[in-house]
């Protein structure tokens, strides 16, 4: 019984988003609906009634005899369609295209269609050709994962366990090791930088709090025990002063100089909460700190701008980035 009710639920959450995305461009006729459904029109009638007396989604049926163009056709009522005006509808269109490549997009689809509907709404056909064009329009370069939708599946899984703070057990690939171990974790929150999405929580294998990134889990099984969410943790001040994901070291103070040629982004850009320009110089060239943590990947960040930064301070980091520049050029001796 609860899986029919389950599917039932699905369905009807489907059949709505259907008839809103099609209600900018007049609506659905019944062979729509039945081909989207995959279910006879007896149960596209009860379907229709279901929405308006259980979901209390008011639907504007054709007239007895109107079977042609959009008088013949099924669409939502103006007060429970969506409604999002067309610049918050191109500005969620633009988020929602950038998560291309990302754990999310099994889904950015069908959430897509949806923000165009509103989009395209009484400014455009919405038709599928026009949409197309703008989505032709639009070009994001981002890393992308190779299995997507495996990862998305699993961020979902994560979720729902951290919706109810039920325990985890997951496989997951130690890229310092080279080798899959399975744990045990209670899921706090999840974390995003450059689309790539991390878990963090309390591992009971290793006794701790650690991160794992998700595209690095093989399998995640939700259990039945449940955890005591930590009052006293903050996913915000578990990171604290880290510059990326990882703060396993203690923060301080890095100071670095940055050539006339670059400098220009440093005082358009914060690449960290802490930057800041100690000291515009006459050549140009800029001065700027930050106190953070995590500095492995801090000095790994930095060498993007080869010769165009120099670490001024302190000693141990600007160590750090003259071993890290000497191993590179031996690579090309």
């Known amino acids: 019984m609860a899986d029919k009710e389950l599917s039932r639920s699905l369905r009807l959450t489907g059949l709505q988003n259907f008839l809103s995305v099609k209600t900018a461009s007049g609506g659905a006729t019944l062979e729509e609906i039945m081909k989207f459904c995959d279910v006879t029109d007896r149960q596209i009638y009860r379907d229709l009634k279901d929405l308006e007396e259980i979901l209390k989604v008011k639907v504007i049926r054709p007239k007895r005899g109107q079977k042609g163009g959009m008088a013949g056709r099924y669409r939502l009522d103006e007060g429970t369609s969506l409604r999002i005006g067309p610049e918050d509808a191109a500005a969620i269109f633009l988020s929602v295209l950038r998560q291309k490549g990302s754990p999310l997009a099994p889904k950015i689809n069908e959430i897509k269609d949806i923000i165009l509907a509103a989009l395209y709404k009484n400014r455009f056909s919405g038709s599928r050709k026009d949409i197309e064009s703008l989505q032709d329009r639009v070009h994001i370069v981002e890393e992308q994962l190779l299995n997507a939708e495996k990862s998305g599946a699993i961020l979902l899984k994560l979720m729902e366990a951290i919706k109810d703070n039920r325990l985890v ?159 590179m050029v031996g690579k090309y001796v």
């Open 169 to 327: 057990s997951i496989k997951y690939f130690k890229p310092n090791k080279g080798e899959w171990s399975k744990r045990d974790v209670e899921p706090y929150g999840l974390t995003s930088k450059h689309n790539n999405w991390y878990l963090v929580g309390y591992c009971r294998k290793s006794e701790g709090r650690r991160t794992f990134r998700i595209d690095l889990i093989d399998s995640v099984y939700v259990l039945g025990k449940k955890f005591d969410y930590p009052e006293d943790f903050c996913l915000q001040s578990y990171f604290g002063d880290s510059w990326g994901i990882f703060s396993s070291d203690e923060s301080m103070r890095i100071v670095i100089k940055v050539e006339p040629e670059l400098a220009y982004r440093f005082k358009l850009i914060a690449y960290h909460p802490s930057q800041k320009v100690e000291e515009e110089l006459e050549d140009g060239s800029v001065v700027v700190s930050y106190k953070t943590c995590g500095i492995y990947e801090f000095t790994g960040w930095l060498l993007q701008w080869a010769d165009f930064v120099e670490v001024l301070e302190p000693a141990e980091v600007r160590q750090m980035m003259r071993e890290k520049l000497e191993r």
